[in-house]
């Protein structure tokens, strides 16, 4: 059948009207092939406009239409609502941009601009008659999910999920849950100690109704949002279960700076988690002089940790609470104490006593002693003088590195590490909890190190983003997808190094290697298409023909 | 003779350079009518055939706009036209063809004056080359 | 040679390592190509001339119900195959490659900078020969460039023996066959005809100059190869068939991005 | 689930207030969104571009914002403010007044007409102050929704009684003179607060000679001018000359971490004082920058790798050092930063062609008397106070009643984001199953 293209030119006011002839490509609208209706409309977004439009749709029989008007990246869904409304198919329209591309910008150019509106008309009317129908299509999911690592960020993660009424896996690898602030001494900012919040959070997470796994290692995770085939390794015993999503909370370590300072070689030089337990036992330190950026923020590795400055102060504080008589001596470089609260707690700090002194990368500070450490000198940086700074405890602040399973996971679930070799989020900006792979989230130090608010915001943003698809129940999958023509596919995995998503996989169809579109993964880019010689992937709504037919319009005669 | 007036047309992705077209159109800044937009979703979705097609079939020159490397709305995208089109560049001159018809370029969203600019530079860079000396006929 | 070559088919046959073995037979004085499937047959086996032995391995394997295959591969031959396995659309392990080394003159001929396989079963390598003609393309002006190759376009004829006979261009669907790219009509076809071949090519070619040697009317399209060769290995650090990873113009994340990129 | 159940308001359309719609309405919440400004955007949209990978703001922006007006379960309510709420979680009953805009939205098509005759002349806000707008106006060119606004203070019509040329100049109508606030009574079941920041009026530093000294700008002014669409086109000018400078001081800590003003740190500014170095650079390329600086906080994902690229790639000096004072040499307008050297105490001058002040950043205007009238806790810096931050980071100490990003404390767009999905966790948690 013939199409029948319905051409609706926009005078937007005078926007369009003062520069472009309107009449004038309605008349020319009206001459191409198989337009059977062209038309003009003073607003065409206005309620007149739309209805009228819509009116001509059913009176005329149209089954295509090309609006020419603004800018499609505002004023596109309306249009298409209205196709909708008056009962074609939404992706049978094709929007023409003659005010921002034309008349706007060609304001002293009648004659041309005019001559340029009518090719652009000519150009959308060729592709309109090329579009297809298309359908958003939904893909079921899997109404549970799998959370990895059970510190505070995965408990979080998991209890939200849980208490939204969603099946949720925790698997935690150790042996008790709680990660790593199970083992300090001190929890700032609370009231309760690092135990009693852990046991509290464990008890919920019990109470939640979370499917607890301990000592578990992930074995394999294959699939894609909704459905996901999670095994795992319990106690030696295989366990598989599906999940919709899964979100990674596998936290970080604080690095052993062997060798640096004299760790290792002294007792008494020590980091500040082996000072935490100390001081949870009750242990006395004396004197003691901590080292900020221990291995951090130098070369081979560039990046601060974030809280060291903070656990520092923290624990500076703690010495003093214990054991008033002792000096407390924090060399640094600089003091990461951002935001409000932290600045109030190195304020504080600083009035109860604890020493701040600087020193620089390019003159670190030395350690002397022969049993034990007995004295570090540096240069201060503010002051430019040597000091000698005695002590009974050092204590050095290292980073955190990142988990080495991290690679073995980044693998199963296809996602990036960053350069540290911490995982890389969809955005930094604004998508900080996500992965580009829809279904998996991130959270807590395995994106980045993070106090425990910040970990427990983040698991919360992350199970916020993975209750979204559980919620619905399912996933709309982009209408403008990429399809393969199986036929003349040669599987040579072209478009699938190509997808950014990993939306592509090759399949065996009679014998034959052929590349297959994951519709619920494909975000509908068309990267894969620029790669295929053969042709063989196209994308909807931006097929090759499509494109051929607008290129068509200019390089033929007027 | 009337001044040669060239046929351009420029491929803009649909988050960047299409908006940064948007953005320049709404600061109503003036450029030569020569350009005709088509959109595509990705600079990625570019293939260098619709280029070499269009230029072998007559139009005189072509614009691959996209977003910045680094901003690209699908990730990597971009990184995809880049490659491609360096490829592209020197095939042409390697046939002795002149690649000055073609220019990749990064337009953000916010960069309604660049989008100005490169079409201008473009037009004004193809008019000098004088008409498409790489259609078919023109051989 | 041909003897070495057939003894060690001979040997490969009769020890089931392969239950194939593709190369050319003796039909009068013409070569013609044939799957032998025992080593009797071998008599007339023969490894001159050169021929595009990958393109036959690719288009008439699947249809010889053979599961292992051996064949003789010069140098190009072995680099092609590489890159036709990294799109798997062939299986190393179901190949033997016996390679060999070519002759001063073959090496000549083809201006073959690589006229030996990695592993030489037979022959003696000899040295590689630069492309004079490449070179002195180089050094042209872009107009006198153009004007070359307007030239030697104006004698296609458009047979498609350039991609018919190409190892490495393998789609169903050739775009140079869509009007929608290559005009119908019109012999010489468009300039869209060479660049699209060239560039399709381009991260795959092996310069086994299988094109120049299809080509009826002598098109020196090997220093075309050529110069793209060194095109790409100077933008993306890649050698087809040298590289085990993936081509770069389809990857992005894992290897280094441009120089513009990484602004 | 009733009606109310799923319905949350969510305040203040900054990038926080937009995150936390999306992700409410995508979990099938209803979302009503007050925004006090006539479009949603916020702070994220003054930007020019976002630290540490330098991204356009707009063109990470502008998609959640249309995403948002195109969203069925997010109802904006834009030039809105909170009129009262009554109530306990999860029943608040809610009232918003919708301010009269002398324009009716359902005919406002945006295309500008209105504009180009009105006579009326307003500093801009979204501009920090650095150009005019019309009284009738859209504040920024990608506003959403993209519909005029009649400031009535400054519109002759509405003041005066004479003028009406935007009336004329409208052809769809849309010109409303008689048009009243409208109040919008309805429940809901828990409330988001994310009213985002101000920057502090410097001026009261008068060591800083900020509104005397020409070429001494805030940091929000100078990103102003780095943007492409801003009001210089992109181009660093000197206000006194509009010459291109050569030398710029960027001074953190300007009333933060200071006792005399504010005590705490704003977190974000050796960040971003550090990606308008890089970028006055890429606009100038003769341009050197200095920033005097106590700390220098680059703590998150890629941050130390951008200052050391700065240093590195764009000759950007960092002194640790705290200015006493700046001052302008009134014959050249140049700036002249004192500072002492902190081993000899001796003091130093220099001289720069254009200082940039990067002030404390504090609670919005109205958010003090909006936590009242919520009955909302606020701390001693008037942030909104959050009674258990260890393990409730986003809870008030109102239940029911959320807060994320900056009006909380000080914290950059990817902490603000965490904390927008973080609060729709809450609420999706607090009301229970789905």
């Known amino acids: 059948m013939e199409p029948r293209i319905g051409v609706f030119i926009c005078h937007c006011g005078s926007n369009i009207a003062n520069t472009v002839d309107v009449e004038e490509v309605v008349r020319y609208a009206s001459t191409l092939p198989d337009v059977v209706h062209a038309d003009h409309n003073m607003y065409s977004c206005s309620e007149d406009g739309v209805g009228s439009i819509k009116a001509k749709i059913k009176e005329k029989g149209i089954d295509r239409v090309v609006v020419a008007a603004c800018t499609p990246r505002t004023h596109e869904p309306l249009f298409r609502n209205a196709c909708e409304a008056a009962g074609i198919n939404r992706y049978l329209f094709e929007f023409v941009n003659i005010r921002e591309h034309c008349s706007w910008i060609h304001m002293k150019e009648r004659e041309l601009a005019t001559e340029k509106a009518k090719r652009l008309v000519r150009m959308g009317v060729a592709k309109v008659a090329l579009l297809t129908p298309q359908e958003e299509s939904e893909s079921p999911v899997v109404k549970s999910a799998a959370v990895i690592g059970g510190g505070v960020s995965g408990m979080t993660a998991a209890i939200s999920l849980a208490d939204q009424g969603f099946e949720t896996h925790l698997i935690e690898k150790g042996s008790e849950l709680g990660g790593l602030v199970k083992d300090l001494g001190a929890l700032f900012p609370s009231e309760s100690t690092p135990l009693e919040f852990v046991k509290t959070m464990r008890d919920e997470t019990a109470a939640s109704g979370v499917r607890i796994h301990l000592s578990s290692e992930i074995k394999d995770i294959q699939g894609y949002i909704g459905n996901f085939d999670v095994t795992?390794?319990?106690?030696?015993?295989?366990?598989?279960?599906?999940?919709?999503?899964?979100?990674?909370?596998?936290?970080?370590?604080?690095?052993?700076?062997?060798?640096?300072?004299?760790?290792?070689?002294?007792?008494?030089?020590i980091t500040q988690s082996e000072l935490e337990k100390k001081l949870a036992k009750g242990e006395r330190v004396g004197n003691t002089v901590m080292i900020q950026c221990v291995g951090a923020r130098q070369p081979g590795r560039e990046y601060c940790s974030r809280i060291c400055c903070m656990t520092?102060?923290?624990?500076?504080?703690?010495?003093?609470?214990?054991?008033?008589?002792?000096?407390?001596?924090?060399?640094?470089?600089?003091?990461?104490?951002?935001?409000?609260?932290?600045?109030?707690?190195?304020?504080?700090?600083?009035?109860?006593?604890?020493?701040?002194?600087?020193?620089?990368?390019?003159?670190?500070?030395?350690?002397?002693?022969?049993?034990?450490?007995?004295?570090?000198?540096?240069?201060?940086?503010?002051?430019?003088?040597?000091?000698?700074?005695?002590?009974?405890?050092?204590?050095?602040?290292?980073?955190?590195?990142?988990?080495?399973?991290?690679?073995?996971?980044?693998?199963?679930?296809?996602?990036?590490?960053?350069?540290?070799?911490?995982?890389?989020?969809?955005?930094?900006?604004?998508?900080?909890?996500?992965?580009?792979?829809?279904?998996?989230?991130?959270?807590?130090?395995?994106?980045?190190?993070?106090?425990?608010?910040?970990?427990?915001?983040?698991a919360g943003a992350a199970a916020a983003k993975a209750s979204i698809p559980l919620r619905a129940g399912k996933v709309r999958t982009e209408a403008i997808t990429a399809e393969v023509d199986e036929t003349t596919c040669t599987g040579c995995g072209n478009c699938i190094a190509t997808c950014a998503y990993g939306a592509i996989s090759i399949v065996e169809v009679e014998g034959m290697r052929v590349a297959r579109v994951n519709l619920a993964q494909c975000k509908g880019c068309g990267a894969c298409v620029g790669s295929c010689h053969n042709g063989s992937i196209q994308q909807r709504g931006f097929t090759e023909k499509q494109l051929i037919s607008m290129i068509d319009c200019l390089t033929e005669g007027d | 003779m009337p001044e040669f007036e060239p046929r351009i047309l420029a491929f803009c992705c649909n988050w960047c350079s299409y908006a940064g077209a948007d953005l320049a159109g709404v600061s109503r800044l003036q450029m030569p009518p020569n350009i005709h937009i088509i959109r595509v979703m990705c600079s990625g979705n570019v293939k260098p055939e619709y280029v070499v097609k269009s230029l072998v079939e007559g139009v005189d020159g072509v614009l691959v706009l996209g977003c910045h490397i680094g901003d690209c709305h699908y990730i990597s995208g971009n990184h995809r036209t880049i490659k491609r089109f360096a490829l592209l560049e020197r095939l042409m001159d390697d046939l002795g063809i002149d690649k000055r018809r073609i220019r990749v370029d990064w337009v953000s969203a916010s960069e309604g004056e660049k989008f100005q600019k490169v079409v201008s530079e473009f037009v004004a860079q193809v008019k000098s080359l004088g008409p498409n000396d790489i259609r078919r006929d023109a051989a | 040679m041909k003897e070495d070559a057939a003894k060690i088919c001979r040997r490969l046959l009769d020890s089931r390592e392969v239950d194939g073995v593709l190369g050319l037979e003796?039909?009068?004085?013409?070569?013609?190509?044939?799957?032998?499937?025992?080593?009797?047959?071998?008599?007339?086996?023969?490894?001159?001339?050169?021929?595009?032995?990958?393109?036959?391995?690719?288009?008439?394997?699947?249809?010889?119900?053979?599961?292992?295959?051996?064949?003789?591969v010069r140098g190009c031959h072995e680099l092609a195959i590489k890159e036709l396995a990294k799109r798997e659309i062939v299986d190393l392990k179901r190949i033997h490659m016996v390679g060999m080394a070519c002759s001063e003159e073959q090496a000549r001929t083809c201006r073959c900078l690589r006229p030996y396989p990695t592993k030489t079963d037979i022959g003696t390598k000899v040295k590689g020969v630069e492309d004079e003609l490449a070179k002195s393309l180089r050094k042209m002006t872009l107009e006198e460039r153009g004007r070359f190759w307007e030239e030697q376009f104006k004698k296609c004829n458009k047979c498609y023996g350039c991609s018919e006979n190409c190892p490495v261009c393998v789609c169903e669907d050739c775009a140079l066959e869509d009007c929608a790219f290559v005009r119908t009509e019109g012999i010489p076809p468009s300039k869209a005809f060479h660049i699209i071949r060239a560039y399709h090519v381009a991260d795959k070619c092996i310069e086994c100059g299988e094109c120049e040697r299809s080509c009826p009317v002598a098109i020196p399209l090997r220093s075309l190869q050529r110069m793209l060769a060194d095109d790409i290995k100077e933008l993306f650090g890649y050698q087809a068939g040298m590289d085990d990873r993936q081509s770069p113009v389809v990857t992005t994340l894992e290897d280094a991005p441009l120089k513009e990129e990484s602004e | 689930m009733s009606d109310r159940e799923r319905t949350v308001v969510v305040v203040g359309g900054g990038?926080?207030?937009?995150?936390?719609?999306?992700?409410?309405?995508?979990?099938?919440?209803?979302?009503?969104?007050?925004?006090?400004?006539?479009?949603?955007?916020?702070?994220?949209?003054?930007?020019?571009?976002?630290?540490?990978t330098n991204d356009c703001s707009m063109c990470i922006l502008s998609p959640k914002m249309i995403e948002c007006a195109n969203n069925p379960r997010i109802k904006m309510h834009t030039y809105s403010e909170l009129e009262s709420v009554k109530g306990a979680f999860p029943a608040f009953e809610v009232v918003i007044r919708e301010k009269a805009r002398y324009v009716d939205l359902t005919r406002c098509t945006g295309c500008g007409d209105c504009v180009a005759k009105c006579p009326s002349k307003v500093s801009s806000e979204f501009d920090a102050g650095l150009v005019k707008r019309k009284a009738i106006y859209v504040p920024f060119v990608q506003a959403v929704p993209k519909k005029m606004t009649i400031d009535k203070e400054h519109c002759i019509m509405i003041t005066k009684g004479k003028c009406g040329n935007c009336k004329k100049a409208c052809k769809a109508g849309a010109i409303d003179y008689d048009q009243k606030d409208n109040l919008i009574t309805f429940e809901a079941s828990a409330i988001v607060l994310a009213t985002g920041f101000d920057v502090f009026d410097v001026t009261v530093a008068q060591e800083f000679s900020y509104g005397r000294a020409k070429n001494v700008l805030t940091s929000l002014e100078l990103e102003r001018m780095l943007n492409a669409s801003g009001p210089t086109g992109g181009h660093i000018v000197r206000p006194s000359d509009h010459q291109e400078p050569k030398k710029i001081a960027f001074i953190q800590c300007v009333c933060s971490r200071d006792k005399k003003y504010k005590e705490?740190?704003?977190?974000?500014?050796?960040?971003?004082?550090?990606?308008?170095?890089?970028?006055?650079?890429?606009?100038?390329?003769?341009?050197?920058?200095t920033i005097f600086y106590m700390d220098l906080r680059a703590v998150g994902k890629g941050f130390q790798n951008f200052v050391q690229r700065a240093k590195r790639d764009y000759g950007v000096e960092y002194i640790r050092?705290?200015?006493?004072?700046v001052e302008e040499d009134p014959t050249t307008g140049?700036?002249?930063?004192?500072?002492?050297?902190?081993?000899?105490?001796?003091s130093i001058a220099r001289r720069?062609?254009?200082?940039?002040?990067?002030?404390?950043?504090v609670p919005t205007l109205g958010s003090e008397s909006l936590c009242s009238l919520l009955g909302v806790r606020i701390d001693g810096d008037k942030f909104v106070a959050i009674p258990r931050p260890a393990d409730r980071p986003v809870d008030t100490s109102v239940k029911g009643i959320f807060a994320c990003g900056f009006c909380q404390t000080p914290m950059d767009i990817p902490d603000s984001v965490v904390q927008a999905s973080g609060a729709a966790a809450r609420v999706a948690q607090a009301l229970g199953v789905s």
């Open chain 1, 232 to 269: 795992i390794s319990e106690n030696g015993k295989e366990e598989k279960f599906k999940v919709g999503v899964v979100i990674t909370a596998t936290g970080a370590d604080e690095l052993k700076p062997v060798g640096e300072y004299g760790y290792g070689r002294y007792p008494n030089v």
């Open chain 1, 312 to 458: 520092a102060i923290k624990n500076a504080g703690r010495i003093l609470a214990l054991e008033p008589k002792s000096r407390v001596v924090v060399v640094h470089r600089d003091i990461m104490s951002y935001n409000a609260r932290n600045e109030a707690l190195y304020r504080k700090s600083m009035e109860d006593g604890v020493t701040y002194l600087r020193y620089t990368l390019e003159d670190k500070p030395r350690v002397e002693g022969r049993d034990r450490a007995e004295k570090i000198t540096l240069r201060e940086e503010t002051l430019d003088e040597d000091i000698a700074l005695p002590f009974d405890t050092l204590v050095l602040s290292t980073p955190l590195v990142p988990n080495p399973d991290n690679g073995k996971l980044q693998k199963m679930l296809k996602v990036p590490l960053d350069r540290d070799g911490f995982f890389l989020e969809a955005h930094v900006k604004l998508r900080p909890v996500e992965f580009a792979t829809d279904g998996v989230f991130i959270c807590g130090c395995a994106r980045w190190p993070s106090d425990v608010p910040e970990c427990i915001s983040q």
């Open chain 3, 26 to 72: 003796m039909v009068g004085n013409i070569p013609t190509p044939k799957v032998f499937a025992q080593a009797d047959d071998l008599g007339r086996f023969e490894v001159e001339p050169v021929f595009p032995i990958v393109t036959l391995l690719r288009n008439i394997w699947p249809f010889t119900g053979k599961e292992r295959i051996a064949l003789v």
């Open chain 4, 15 to 52: 990038i926080a207030g937009i995150q936390v719609s999306l992700d409410l309405a995508n979990m099938g919440f209803d979302v009503h969104l007050v925004e006090r400004t006539p479009s949603i955007g916020g702070r994220m949209a003054q930007l020019d571009k976002t630290f540490p």
């Open chain 4, 264 to 289: 705490y740190c704003s977190s974000v500014c050796c960040m971003y004082a550090t990606k308008e170095a890089i970028l006055a650079r890429e606009h100038c390329p003769e341009l050197s920058s």
């Open chain 4, 321 to 325: 050092a705290r200015p006493a004072k």
């Open chain 4, 334 to 346: 140049d700036a002249l930063v004192y500072y002492e050297n902190s081993r000899t105490g001796e």
């Open chain 4, 352 to 361: 720069y062609d254009m200082v940039v002040l990067c002030p404390a950043l």
